[in-house]
């Protein structure tokens, strides 16, 4: 059961543009949302996350927006440059309890390429 | 400081041989998890730490799989009579700790790369 699914599974843009990738999920007990971002060779690193109760969070460069009625979210990457080109994967885990204890489902992955 | 390092980074084995991963998390980290990254499955859970017991095991996808964690510290994880199904990075990630409505951020490792011929 692919509880996270994440579109497109790949991505190309040009220096300066705007890439987004999109998320949704099935489990509304999910209650927190992060995104990575993986190099080749290297393990996810975080890039940012967000909690339900917020619908858009923004750390430099890079946004989350995110629509609770519509259990979706989406990563925004603005004036992207070559070196954002890597895999994103957005997550969703579960803190509210249980035996969840914080583990991350993942969406299937989005290539990203920013060409100069 | 050092991040969470697992060795070896690469892995050959032919199939039905007994692999061990090894994991050494960051410094002070009580959770410990695993999770295995392949082309069809994307990342995928396996196992959850926190200090030596698992509570969660639910991800583990066979008996062949099994885990531990000694001294709240250096995890391993071992895959007997491996089947080339098994090919895969499998990275292990540490955090602070679990607790309700709080997100710990988890480090990942650079994974172990095996392959079953």
């Known amino acids: 059961q692919q509880q996270v699914k994440q579109s497109p599974q790949s991505l190309i843009v040009q220096k300066g543009g705007i890439p987004i990738i999109n998320c949704a999920y099935e489990?509304?007990?999910?209650?927190?949302f992060p995104w990575y971002q993986q190099f080749p060779g290297k393990g996810p690193a975080l890039l940012i996350a967000?909690?339900?109760?917020?619908s858009e969070k923004k750390e430099g460069r890079f946004t989350i927006s995110f629509n609770k009625s519509a259990k979706q979210f989406s990563l925004h990457i603005m004036d992207s440059q070559p070196g954002d080109s890597a895999t994103y994967f957005c997550?969703?885990?579960?803190?509210?309890?249980?035996?969840?204890?914080?583990?991350?489902?993942f969406g299937q992955g989005t290539i990203l390429t920013v060409h100069p | 400081g050092a991040g969470v390092s697992q060795s070896p980074s690469n892995k050959v084995t032919e199939k039905g041989k007994d692999v061990e991963l090894r994991c050494d998390p960051i410094?002070?980290?009580?959770?410990l998890y695993w999770y295995r990254q392949s082309l069809g499955q994307g990342l995928e859970f396996l196992i959850y730490?926190?200090?030596?017991?698992?509570?969660?095991k639910s991800g583990l996808p066979s008996d062949r799989f099994s885990a531990e964690r000694t001294g709240g510290s250096v995890s391993t994880l071992t895959i007997q009579r491996t089947q080339q199904e098994d090919s895969a990075v499998y990275l292990c990630?540490?955090?602070?700790?679990?607790?309700?409505?709080?997100?710990?951020?988890?480090?990942f490792g650079p994974g172990t790369r095996l392959t079953v011929t």
């Open positions: 990630a540490s955090s602070l700790g679990t607790g309700l409505a709080i997100f710990y951020e988890q480090y």
């Open positions: 489990n509304t007990a999910f209650d927190y």
């Open positions: 967000i909690r339900p109760d917020v």
């Open positions: 997550a969703a885990s579960l803190h509210a309890g249980g035996t969840s204890y914080g583990k991350l489902t």
């Open positions: 410094s002070g980290h009580t959770a």
């Open positions: 730490f926190q200090g030596n017991s698992a509570p969660d």
